[in-house]
């Protein structure tokens, strides 16, 4: 009976869809010049001619510059969440740096198992590693928010696994960000929110502006854009730790000023070649915060803080990439690419309103205490930079009748990983770092080592390393009668910390008629373990019953993973498989239906905390000796299965004054782990990689995201009515197994155009104010002050938003 409702949800967007449904990723044209709802082929998914949408053998969702101006979010993460189902961008609060970089996945599959190109070209990875209990745990994937929206001409989701295309990370598919190439013409833009709770304030402008160069279509196209947004809190009183209860913790999203300047640029040499560039800087702070320490925890010092204190964590982001390259028409319709593209990503942590207990309480040579610590300090830096040249060419190779289209190339890429240490009151136990000093707190316990909040980083776990590898592939597609198109491609890589692998992919797609299509394809993928998960450490230190105890991220190769008996990493593997059908009985209507599975080998994640048992044993005999307490560590430990459909539908009814676009998508999928296991013989799969962590891979995102929408234009106002369906999510770690239920969340846009360059847009998101349930089986988390999700939250805990937004062009 608990299931009915959602039921029948799900039965009415079904309804919906039939009836209507999927046009919200609007189609778009590789031509930057063009309009944004003239857009209609994709490039993505194949390397032969480009195809519309609907020709396509895999599926290729399109989002174009009018989704991205009426969809309501400025955060390009939140966005694609809003209209397209196959991704998700899960809310995270109180997760350290993952509250500023939240991770973004495709599929329900990791963050680092979706590869993100810009015009192309692989956009490198971020330097934080998911390394608490939230979505993408233990992995580093792509820092989407650093990319801005004024710059971003259309966007194409091909979601299909796609390695042996485009290489390692393309397990679940690829994000495809075309920036705007358009000439002459100024494009600015405004908005201002907040939220039905009068908090989150934000304030957004951005302008963007295409610039001729030389006389034979050069152009440079340069966007800046800022932003700024308020915290929101939506913490419940502190009942358990203060007297009388009050809110003592920050749940909601962190203050964050984000600013950008990005470009995308072509001189052409003569009418067969040109040189091109693109790329782009971003700066973002964000304020966030840890735990609520209680004046009578041996973690706060009373005559500093006599109320207790909250710990702030603040975060400066800096993200800086450029690509250069030189494309040329050789004879006989072939073409070549030859580029070199760089990327960085770097997080700097700070701590605040915080201190070092054990200095406070250090005794002094001569007697007493110092009774002095730093309230601040720079907790560490984490820097990942990418270097990758390519060499491609292609054209047609024509046998007898039939006409191949040939791709191949040549690719090396650089990557690299570094951990700063923090200052040394970040980090130390004492001024002298001794563990053999006795600092105790008044009340007796042992006084916790390292600021409060989030401890530094230790020159132990500092860092600088990386890793290089060369990949050739080869792409084939061809006709060999009209109504069917045959592709396939092979890709060799070489990588040097861990071997060599080669990948295959295959598709067809037959059109027995103009309005009846099927589509299918099968292939092999892999992704290479990231240079964030070989090399990241940390070490922080945390009171355990008492005793001061020491827990260990311990890279690969350490002592203690050797002891373990956990080998390095190797990479993952996948066998993927698609079948679909495309049914487009008028230029009114179409619908397509892709059904999917994905099986995964050898996943790389992140383990459960490892701890000596309490009346000793193998465990302890391997960590005690070591001088560890606890240990955590990057593993090949789990294979997984992921089974899904897509259905997309979208009818178009044009009156005499108006037109009305109705749309749809269902997206169902299931992962599950299918196996645990290990490599030590102490260790079993089940005790390295806990039932928590089982839950939160299988059920920690929605295993049903609908969205579907109507589009009606009269005149000069546009309304869009947008509604998201996220399934229930489960999360089980710090509390009982707790269940969030089912959402949908309705968003609405009415536009009025004043002119064809100018438009004032009035919008509310989540306009029925949707919340995740109240905390059930939480034990003590809601009296803390956790009234609702937290590990995972795909809807987040806003509630309610307005905004106006202005956009004009001459």
């Known amino acids: 009976m608990t299931r009915a409702p959602q039921f029948k949800r799900t039965l009415l967007a ?18 930057g010049g063009a309009k ?29 510059q009018k989704d991205l101006q009426t969809a309501g979010p400025l955060e390009l993460g939140k966005l694609l969440q809003t209209l397209d189902p196959s991704f998700n961008f899960s809310t995270t609060f109180i997760s350290d740096g993952t509250d500023s970089i939240r991770p973004a996945t495709l599929r329900s599959l990791g963050p680092d198992q979706v590869l993100v190109l810009i015009n192309g070209k692989r956009r490198h990875q971020q330097a934080l590693v998911n390394v608490q209990q939230t979505i993408g745990r233990g992995s580093a994937g792509t820092d ?35 920036l705007k190439s358009n000439i002459g013409e100024t494009a600015v833009s405004g908005q201002l929110g907040t939220t039905s709770e009068g908090d989150g304030d934000l304030y957004s402008a951005s302008a963007n502006r ?22 929101t809190n939506r913490a419940g009183p502190d009942s358990l730790r203060v007297n009388p209860p009050r809110v003592t913790q920050h749940i909601g999203d962190s203050n964050t000023k984000d600013y950008y300047l990005w470009w995308n640029g072509a001189l052409p040499i003569d009418q067969h070649s040109e040189f091109y560039a693109f790329g782009g800087v971003s700066k973002r702070k964000s304020d966030s915060y840890g735990f609520f320490r209680s004046a009578g925890d041996a973690r706060t010092v009373a005559s500093v803080y006599p109320n207790g204190f909250l710990p702030a964590i603040s975060t400066d982001i800096k993200d800086a990439s450029w690509a250069f390259g030189y494309r040329r028409d050789l004879p006989s319709d072939w073409k070549a690419d030859i580029s070199v593209n760089y990327g960085q990503s770097e997080l700097a942590f700070h701590e605040s309103n915080s201190l070092n207990v054990s200095y406070w309480y250090e005794p002094k040579p001569g007697g007493g205490i110092y009774a002095e610590s730093p309230r601040e300090a720079d907790t560490g830096t984490l820097r990942f930079s990418q ?26 890429r650089k990557d690299n990983y570094e951990i700063v240490a923090g200052d040394p009151v970040s980090y130390q136990y004492g001024r002298t770092n001794n563990p053999a000093i006795n600092i105790v707190t008044p009340g007796g316990a042992t006084a916790a080592a390292g600021i409060q909040g ?25 006709k060999p009668v009209d109504t069917l198109t045959l592709g396939g491609a092979v890709r060799y890589e070489d990588y040097s910390d861990f071997g060599n692998t080669v990948t295959g992919k295959l598709s067809a797609r037959f059109d027995p008629t103009k309005e009846l299509g099927f589509r299918a394809s099968a292939s092999t993928g892999f992704r290479a373990p990231s240079v964030q998960q070989e090399f990241y450490s940390s070490v922080s230190t945390n009171l355990n019953n008492g005793v001061l105890t020491e827990t260990l991220t311990a890279r690969q190769g350490s002592a203690v993973t050797q002891a373990f008996g956990i080998k390095p990493l190797k990479e993952e593997t996948s066998t993927s498989g698609s079948v679909g059908v495309v049914f487009r009985p008028s230029q009114n209507f179409s619908l397509t239906a892709d059904a999917y599975q994905i099986k995964i080998k050898d996943r790389i994640v992140f383990s ?70 290990s490599t030590s013989s102490v260790l079993s799969g089940e005790k390295l ?14 295993r049903k995201h609908h969205v579907v929408a109507a589009d009606y234009t009269v005149g000069a106002w546009n309304l869009t009515t947008r509604a998201n369906y996220h399934g229930e999510v489960y999360a089980e770690n710090f509390s009982p197994l707790q269940k969030w239920d089912a959402r949908w969340l309705v968003d609405a846009t009415v536009r009025y155009a004043f002119s064809k360059r100018t438009f004032l847009s009035l919008g509310v998101n989540n306009a029925f104010n949707q919340l995740p349930n109240e905390w059930t089986n939480g034990g003590d988390f809601p009296k803390l002050g956790f009234t609702r999700c937290w590990e995972t939250c795909p809807i987040g805990v806003n509630g309610r938003s307005f905004y106006v937004r202005a956009d004009t062009a001459f």
């Not at 209507?20 to 031509?31: E, G, I, L, R």
């Not at 295409?210 to 700024?228: D, I, M, P, Q, S």
């Open 14 to 31: 079904t309804a919906i869809l039939l009836l209507a449904a999927q046009t919200a990723q609007a189609q778009t044209s590789t031509d």
């Open 144 to 178: 989407i928010n650093a990319i801005p929206l004024a710059a971003i001409h259309h966007i194409e989701v091909l979601r299909d696994g796609a390695a042996a295309q485009y290489g390692s990370d393309a397990i679940a598919g690829v994000i495809n960000i075309v």
């Open 689 to 702: 990689f806990d039932k928590s962590q089982v839950t939160l891979i299988e059920h920690g995102q929605p």
């Open 454 to 478: 989030f401890p530094g980083y230790t020159p132990g776990t500092a860092v600088d390393s990386g890793r290089h590898n060369i990949a050739l592939f080869l792409d084939a597609e061809t």
């Open 36 to 64: 944004a709802d003239e857009q209609t082929v994709v490039v993505l998914g194949s390397r032969s001619v480009a195809k519309t949408a609907l020709d396509t053998s895999s599926p290729v969702g399109l989002i174009s």
């Open 608 to 677: 459960s905390e490892i701890a000596p048992e309490a009346g000793g044993g193998p465990i302890a005999n391997i960590l005690r000796p070591l001088g560890v307490g606890q240990a955590q560590f990057f593993t090949n430990a789990v294979d997984t299965r992921t089974r899904g459909l897509d259905v997309v539908a979208v009818h178009t009814t044009k009156f005499d004054a108006s037109t009305l676009v109705l749309s749809g998508q269902l997206g169902f999928n299931k992962t599950e782990v299918t196996k645990r296991h």
């Open 387 to 412: 270097l990758t040249f390519n060499a491609d060419v292609k054209g047609p190779v024509k046998i007898g009748d039939t006409t191949i289209s040939l791709a191949t190339g040549f690719e090396y």
């Open 210 to 231: 295409g610039f001729a160069l030389g006389e034979n279509g050069g152009f440079v196209n340069l966007t800046v854009e800022a932003r700024k947004r308020g915290e």
